[in-house]
């Protein structure tokens, strides 16, 4: 499932969409309400300010009381009243929609961030349970993007921008009442103009979906590039593949600002349009007023009022006809979330799993095939059986299908027919995590994350005793490297564990297998990246971590080799020997034999 390739199948699904992202609503709506309660007369208050004009313009400007009935009896309010009293109106009603604006932005902001943090939540939740095949595929960057980028879009967006429609909406509303008060013939042109001016928007929304997948991809892209960059660095400086970086760089700057303007070039005529359509209608308006006031139809006040009412329409309309894009761009990423949602691990586990404890009498490998790519065979029916306590050494040229075969153990990859049966179950049949449990795996390059030296041994039994603990580290011969780090094994490791060498990693990560105690063992290529003297001791630590366990060593080393129980030689994917050293060196132009003249000799005599 290539991220990159994916677009938005149902971004247009406006009802589906809303239907899948409610649940995550939910839990604010009470508080989303608030705010919409907040908003509707927010929105309102625009109009009272136009309003305020047909009173100041008629009785103070006229200078004219008012006079107004009440049950019978008659009231007067004097013009000098309202000319006192409508400026101070007009302020207290701003500091009223002032207090509300706060209230407003507070509460969309919070229920906003809520959302958005449950769906990444819920997102990550997925993400780190896929099959690896999806991290093989996928870049760094595009994930970012899709994962954490997209739900920010989607669910921040949603409130923020039902929120502003609702404000605009009402706001709206308010002054094409004062408008209808003003004066209903009037009013209808001016409604009717601004209908008229909103049909661009609605072209507009296919090409937006288009934009927004191309940025959502060159925007992974550019994030992949800092990554490498990043986890790069020596190689580039060692290279010098600056320019190289910085070329892609420009390349995908320049991708941006193409996709970019190129649906500016589109769009862009749609606010002028929109504008023209307006003065039209204000023209309109205009014309058409005069001749109501002069033929005495209309006060100048409430001419005053709907002009005004008019032009104030103008924020909320344009705040309507930008959210109605942006909202496009919102359900893209919806669409783009949602599709995620529905991405499924490859590997299933089974209803009503078994849980593996331990393995009792042996490890098969039945017909085993596998592909990674179809109809690209990596595995062609692999028959191998491993007994407990076994220790099995797979050597093979590069490229053979070692590391496939152990990486089908854990179930990282699912086999495509035969099976692998651990003491006569196929391993389908276990729950994911019980089998996991029960393999602990030290590989040529092993990942140490962000934290202590503790906290990276731990990982493998979170809940280990000191005792466990000081074991683990002494068996891994880690001990003298920790006496002489001033904070010992509290020393924070970098990143990608960088302050320690390779050898100080590699026995950080046996340790981390050691506490972990399982009964199964892999080991693919644990040494082949160290020099001679930090292999010896890895070796050592090695060999105190594979006692009393059933063993899968993928292993360059002569003596390791030798010193398992049986060898397997994996050549283009089909296992071509197998039985012990002395064995197959019999086997007359065998591949194991050829492999020992290449490879091994060298090692057996500087051994010797
Ligand atoms: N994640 C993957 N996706 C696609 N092909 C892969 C993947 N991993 C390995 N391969 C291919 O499968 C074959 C066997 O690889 P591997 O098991 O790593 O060999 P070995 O460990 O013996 O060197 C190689 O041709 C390799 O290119
Ligand atoms: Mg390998």
Not at 93 to 113: E, H, K, M
Not at 428 to 443: C, D, G, Q, T, Y
Request: glycine content about 6%; some cysteine; hydrophobic content about 45%.
């Amino acid at each position: 499932m290539k991220l990159s390739k994916t677009t938005a199948q149902n971004s247009f699904k406006y009802s589906w969409l809303l239907g899948r992202i409610f649940p995550y609503i939910r839990p604010y709506l009470f508080r989303i309400i608030c705010g919409f309660l907040v908003a509707i007369p927010l929105g309102l208050l625009d109009g009272v300010t136009a309003f305020a004009l047909k009173p100041f313009m008629d009785y103070v400007v006229g200078k004219q009381d008012w006079v107004f009935n009440v049950f019978g009896h008659q009231y007067g309010i004097s013009w000098q009243i309202f000319a006192f009293l409508i400026p101070f109106g007009v302020i207290a009603f701003a500091v009223f929609q002032g207090v509300l604006r706060y209230l407003n932005d507070y509460i969309s902001a919070w229920t906003s961030q809520k959302i958005t943090n449950d769906v990444k939540m819920a997102l990550f939740h997925r993400l780190v349970y896929m099959h690896p095949q999806f991290f093989d595929e996928n870049p760094s960057g595009i994930i970012i993007s899709r994962y954490m980028s997209d739900p920010k879009t989607a669910s921040e967006g949603i409130v923020e921008k039902i929120k502003s429609m609702t404000t605009s909406l009402f706001g709206a509303a308010g002054l094409i009442c004062v408008m209808l008060y003003s004066s209903w013939k009037l009013a209808f042109i001016g409604v009717l103009v601004l209908c008229i001016a909103f049909i661009p928007v609605a072209l507009i929304r296919k090409r937006i979906k288009a934009t927004s997948n191309k940025n959502m991809v060159i925007g992974g892209n550019i994030t992949t590039n800092i990554n490498e960059t990043y986890s790069g660095n020596k190689v580039m400086a060692a290279y010098e593949l600056q320019e190289r970086q910085e070329q892609y760089f420009k390349e995908q700057i320049h991708q941006s600002f193409n996709v970019n303007i190129s649906l500016t070039k589109r769009a862009a005529w749609m606010s002028p349009m929109m504008y023209l359509i307006a003065s039209c209608g204000i023209a309109i308006v205009l014309g058409y007023g005069t001749h109501l006031i002069t033929s005495g139809q209309m006060t100048a006040g409430s001419f005053a009022s709907f002009v005004t009412s008019l032009l104030l329409l103008y924020k909320p309309v344009k705040t309507l006809g930008n959210t109605m894009t942006s909202i496009q761009n919102i359900f893209v990423a919806m669409g783009r979330v949602f599709e995620l949602f529905d991405l499924e691990s490859e590997i299933k586990e089974k209803e009503n799993p078994i849980k593996l404890e331990g393995l009792k009498d042996k490890i098969q490998f039945e017909n085993v095939c596998f592909e990674y790519i179809e109809n690209r065979p990596v595995l062609k029916n692999i028959n191998l059986s491993v007994n407990k306590n076994e220790t099995l050494a797979i050597v093979g040229n590069s490229g053979g299908g070692k590391s496939t075969i152990v990486n089908l153990l854990p179930r990282f990859y699912d086999i495509k027919s035969g099976s692998i049966k651990f003491d006569g179950v196929d391993i389908r049949e276990f729950s994911i995590k019980s089998l996991r449990h029960n393999i602990a795996m030290v590989f040529q390059d092993n990942f140490l994350y962000t934290g202590t030296i503790r906290e990276n041994i731990l990982m493998g039994k979170i809940d280990a005793t000191e005792d466990e603990l000081m074991q683990a580290v002494e068996a891994a011969h880690l001990q003298e490297l920790i006496n002489e780090l001033p904070e010992g094994l509290d020393t924070m490791l970098g990143e990608r564990g960088l302050t320690l060498s390779g050898g100080q990693r590699q026995r950080v990560a046996i340790a981390r297998a050691m506490i972990k105690n399982a009964p199964i063992v892999i080991l693919d290529e644990a040494t082949s990246a160290l020099d001679n003297k930090s292999e010896a001791i890895v070796q050592k630590a090695l060999d105190n971590l594979i006692k009393n366990k059933t063993v899968f060593v993928i292993a360059h080393r002569l003596s390791t080799i030798k010193n398992a129980d049986r060898i397997a030689v994996i050549n283009e994917g089909e296992l071509v020997e197998l039985g012990v050293h002395d064995d197959l060196m019999k086997i007359e132009n065998g591949h194991y034999k050829s492999l020992y003249e290449m490879q091994f000799k060298k090692q057996a005599a500087a051994n010797v």
